[in-house]
């Protein structure tokens, strides 16, 4: 317990600084904006912020990202409440109670919930985080190539599992992924690998290029195809501070939510989405009038809201201790350590104390101020939602085509993003969920170098990975969730928890 506090104390020494608290207010700012503005989620805004922490340090360009992603947490809420439209789709769920209780003049105590249950589901993951990372890293020490590989593996199929639609189209998408990460110069032999005789691409596929294009320019093409409508709350918003009645409803929900969150959020491949889902479920079972739900129900609010904020931070557990991103936000997370030289996993905790625990206590710092930014300035945020595309969109092109061409100084990167984004486009308008993709990608690298370091001390018997324990139980478990998956009865169910 005092080795926890002391790492603590030196996460909050480096969090504290002004350079990183400055940082960490500009994350949870654009985080909330990004939530607040439906139709630019956190993986677009992370993709179009990459380029701008290249001048950054680490631990600063880290907790800045860390800071939109669960920011727009909180963001999304207002526009769930006030617009029925979820700033998120991790607030999708807030919409069905939140808009009926600003329809019933109640947005104020909506808002309010939202914001103190968001606030200490943020709390609790922030200790589950600190306290369960130096055991995982302890036990990710002792792992071997193989068994990191078989993780890697296991880490796939969940998101295989956990992607929206169908298990072939999730499939296929990964494999895409691993396929564009062996793109570039074998470091062992020099033998080009799929570059076509293209000299750019002797060094790989750039990650902020696939990341802007596949998602950040594409996201911007499949809003243009939104029509507008937003259904602005017309009454008062009210206080924002719930009355004590209001309250003592909602204690136990937040409590219920923060811990469900905490637990779903280190699913691979999950994130924050499960958690708001499982809560609203658990809360209508648990209550005494089910029929209040979704006609105003401020548990309906609590328990979700503090679900979403709570997986979103503990979804960094798989990716600080054990190096492995478990969705699509991490996965960019991945790319920006990289970038800034930094190999994720185990090691960094040793290696990096200063970024681990400056991470982790910046969560808690940046939960504090998203109380603050969410509200008192409610009224800003009302306002920011009647900001209409067509003067968005042209803002955030522009933006992202100098961060692009910033990288390299490249007019060829800038090509190749717009081409990456009609891809994009078109695999979503055919109904393929592009986050698997990028997991392939960023995670290929890593499988491919444990894969061939695992053989390489087994003397190329692939038997390695059933030989060791754990590699062989993590296999086990990988092939298991895919049968179940793929068996008819449950996959109608998979199907069907998708649709609701």
Same mark, same amino acid.
């Given at each position: 317990?005092?080795?926890?506090?002391?790492?603590?104390?030196?996460?909050?020494?480096?969090?504290?600084?002004?350079?990183?608290?400055?940082?960490?207010?500009?994350?949870?700012?654009?985080?909330?904006?990004?939530?607040?503005?439906?139709?630019?989620?956190?993986?677009?805004?992370?993709?179009?912020?990459?380029?701008?922490?290249?001048?950054? #340090?680490?631990?600063?360009?880290?907790?800045?990202?860390?800071?939109?992603?669960?920011?727009?947490?909180?963001?999304?809420?207002?526009?769930?409440?006030?617009?029925?439209?979820? /700033?998120?789709?991790?607030?999708?769920?807030? &919409?069905? #109670?939140?808009?009926?209780?600003?329809?019933?003049?109640?947005?104020?105590?909506?808002?309010? !919930?939202?914001?103190?249950?968001?606030?200490?589901?943020?709390?609790?993951?922030?200790?589950?985080?600190?306290?369960?990372?130096?055991?995982?890293?302890?036990?990710?020490?002792?792992?071997?190539?193989?068994?990191?590989? $078989?993780?890697?593996?296991?880490? @796939?199929?969940?998101?295989?599992?956990?992607?929206?639609?169908?298990?072939?189209?999730?499939?296929?998408?990964?494999?895409? /992924?691993?396929?564009?990460?062996?793109?570039?110069?074998?470091?062992?032999?020099?033998?080009?690998?799929?570059?076509?005789?293209?000299?750019?691409?002797?060094?790989?596929?750039?990650?902020? +290029?696939?990341?802007?294009?596949?998602?950040?320019?594409?996201?911007?093409?499949?809003?243009?195809?939104?029509?507008?409508?937003?259904?602005?709350? =017309?009454?008062?918003?009210?206080?924002?501070?719930?009355?004590?009645?209001?309250?003592?409803?909602?204690?136990?929900?937040? +409590?219920? /939510?923060?811990?469900?969150?905490?637990?779903?959020?280190?699913?691979?491949?999950?994130?924050?989405?499960?958690?708001?889902?499982?809560?609203?479920? @658990?809360?209508?079972?648990?209550? =005494?009038?089910?029929?209040?739900?979704?006609?105003?129900? *401020?548990?309906?609010?609590?328990?979700?809201?503090?679900?979403?904020?709570?997986?979103?931070? &503990?979804?960094?557990?798989?990716?600080?201790?054990?190096?492995?991103?478990?969705?699509?936000?991490?996965?960019?997370?991945?790319?920006?350590?990289?970038?800034?030289?930094? !190999?994720?996993?185990?090691?960094?905790?040793?290696?990096?104390?200063?970024?681990?625990?400056?991470?982790?206590? $910046?969560?808690?710092?940046?939960?504090?101020?998203?109380?603050?930014?969410?509200?008192?300035?409610?009224?800003?945020?009302?306002?920011?939602?009647?900001?209409?595309?067509?003067?968005?969109?042209?803002?955030?092109?522009?933006? $992202?085509?100098?961060?692009?061409?910033? +990288?390299?100084?490249?007019?060829? #990167?800038?090509?190749?993003?717009?081409?990456?984004?009609?891809?994009?486009?078109?695999?979503?308008?055919?109904?393929?969920?592009?986050?698997?993709?990028?997991?392939?990608?960023?995670?290929?690298?890593?499988?491919?170098?444990?894969?061939?370091?695992?053989?390489?001390?087994?003397?190329?018997?692939?038997?390695?990975?059933?030989?060791?324990? +754990?590699?062989?139980?993590?296999?086990?478990?990988?092939?298991?969730?895919? *049968?179940?998956?793929?068996?008819?009865?449950?996959?109608?169910?998979?199907?069907?928890?998708?649709?609701?």
């Amino acid at each position: 317990m005092s080795d926890l506090f002391q790492h603590l104390a030196l996460g909050f020494s480096v969090a504290l600084s002004a350079q990183n608290l400055l940082l960490a207010l500009t994350g949870c700012f654009v985080g909330t904006l990004v939530g607040v503005l439906p139709g630019v989620g956190p993986i677009a805004t992370i993709t179009m912020l990459l380029p701008v922490t290249f001048g950054l #340090d680490p631990v600063g360009a880290i907790i800045m990202l860390a800071g939109i992603y669960y920011g727009a947490q909180y963001g999304g809420s207002t526009t769930a409440i006030l617009v029925n439209i979820p /700033g998120e789709v991790t607030a999708v769920v807030t &919409t069905l #109670d939140g808009h009926e209780m600003a329809k019933q003049g109640r947005a104020g105590a909506a808002l309010g !919930v939202a914001a103190l249950g968001s606030f200490f589901a943020g709390c609790v993951a922030t200790l589950v985080v600190a306290a369960a990372a130096v055991p995982l890293t302890r036990v990710a020490l002792l792992f071997g190539s193989a068994e990191y590989f $078989s993780l890697m593996a296991a880490g @796939l199929v969940f998101a295989i599992v956990l992607a929206r639609g169908s298990l072939l189209k999730a499939i296929g998408m990964i494999l895409v /992924g691993l396929l564009l990460s062996t793109v570039g110069t074998d470091l062992e032999t020099g033998v080009e690998r799929m570059t076509f005789g293209y000299a750019p691409l002797a060094d790989g596929l750039d990650f902020a +290029v696939l990341a802007m294009g596949i998602f950040g320019l594409a996201e911007v093409l499949r809003n243009l195809e939104v029509t507008e409508h937003r259904d602005v709350v =017309k009454r008062p918003i009210g206080r924002v501070l719930p009355s004590m009645a209001e309250l003592r409803q909602s204690a136990r929900p937040i +409590v219920r /939510g923060s811990l469900l969150g905490s637990a779903l959020g280190v699913l691979p491949g999950n994130g924050a989405v499960l958690g708001p889902f499982a809560s609203y479920a @658990l809360e209508k079972k648990l209550a =005494k009038d089910p029929r209040r739900f979704g006609r105003g129900a *401020i548990e309906g609010v609590a328990g979700p809201e503090s679900a979403n904020n709570a997986g979103a931070q &503990t979804s960094f557990i798989p990716l600080l201790a054990l190096g492995i991103p478990p969705n699509a936000v991490m996965a960019l997370m991945v790319g920006a350590m990289t970038i800034h030289g930094i !190999v994720p996993g185990p090691l960094v905790m040793t290696r990096n104390p200063s970024l681990f625990w400056g991470v982790v206590a $910046s969560m808690w710092i940046g939960n504090l101020m998203l109380l603050v930014i969410n509200l008192p300035l409610v009224g800003v945020w009302v306002r920011l939602v009647k900001v209409p595309y067509r003067l968005m969109y042209p803002a955030i092109l522009v933006f $992202s085509c100098i961060g692009i061409y910033s +990288v390299n100084n490249s007019p060829a #990167d800038v090509l190749f993003t717009a081409g990456l984004a009609v891809i994009g486009w078109a695999l979503t308008k055919l109904g393929f969920e592009t986050a698997p993709l990028l997991l392939g990608y960023v995670l290929g690298r890593l499988m491919e170098e444990n894969l061939r370091r695992a053989l390489a001390i087994a003397r190329g018997d692939p038997a390695v990975f059933v030989q060791r324990p +754990v590699s062989a139980a993590l296999l086990a478990v990988a092939a298991l969730v895919l *049968i179940l998956a793929v068996v008819p009865s449950l996959r109608k169910k998979r199907d069907e928890v998708f649709v609701e």
